[in-house]
């Protein structure tokens, strides 16, 4: 079984750009969860989406926000960077039902110049 | 006070001895229970999960869950330089799908 895979791996942007993000689920997993980590605030619950909808929110500014397609595929989009949001963005994807086990993707390494 | 707490060590213990990472969370409500492994660099890998109250062994890993003290914790025997990582504690809380994750013990294995 493939994994979750996470496009593209790593991005530099400026400030004030905005910058979109692409996570695939495992093959049948239909829950995706955004993550961000940084070295001062760990790991950091974004948003998770799950049958299209998101279905639970973390305490980021309406600048981070996300969607789900048909397939499970997941974007997350971030708008007018700032330098505070770089940062390694993670997902991880399990099929849905609470309580399941989260398997993460790669990250994306996003460094905000 | 933080919904899922770990010592940020580093722990250091010699290759050969048993590795011992302990969490507490603060959500009584919170079922499910989760142990990864990060390397430097990576992302996080998922070694165990623990839903009930007890111990949990996979090969050289058991993980202990206690609800009524509300502490998770993990053991390594017979650690390997190779288990050096950072391991995080993870636990949903809040109800529905939100995985709250601990900051993460750094573990030394020394030769």
């Known amino acids: 079984k493939a994994g979750v895979t996470q496009t593209p791996r790593y991005l530099i942007k400026t400030r004030g750009q905005q910058v979109t993000l692409s996570c695939s689920p495992i093959s049948g997993h239909r829950s995706v969860s955004w993550y961000q980590q940084t070295p001062g605030q760990g790991l950091q619950f974004l948003f998770e989406?799950?049958?299209?909808?998101?279905?639970n929110k973390g305490n980021f500014p309406g600048r981070f926000s996300g969607r789900q397609f048909s397939n499970s595929r997941s974007e997350m989009n971030v708008s007018t960077l700032e330098l505070g949001d770089s940062a390694l963005y993670l997902c991880?994807?399990?099929?849905?039902?609470?309580?399941?086990?989260?398997?993460f993707g790669p990250g994306t390494r996003l460094t905000v110049l | 006070q933080k919904e899922v707490e770990q010592n940020s060590g580093p722990l250091s213990v010699p290759e050969g001895a048993i590795a011992s990472l302990n969490c507490t969370y603060s959500d009584r409500v919170s079922q499910s229970f989760f142990w990864y492994r990060q390397y430097s660099g990576k992302s996080p890998e998922l070694i165990m999960s623990?839903?009930?109250?007890g111990d949990k062994e996979d090969g050289r890993f058991t993980a202990q869950l206690n609800k009524a003290s509300q502490y998770v914790s993990l053991l390594i025997r017979d650690s390997q330089p190779s288990d050096s990582a950072t391991y995080l504690c993870?636990?949903?809380?809040?109800?529905?799908?939100?995985?709250?994750f601990g900051t993460g013990t750094q573990l030394k294995v020394e030769l």
């Open positions: 993870a636990a949903y809380t809040g109800g529905g799908n939100k995985l709250t």
């Open positions: 989406y799950f049958s299209e909808t998101q279905r």
């Open positions: 623990i839903y009930s109250n």
């Open positions: 991880a994807t399990s099929p849905g039902t609470e309580g399941n086990e989260q398997f």
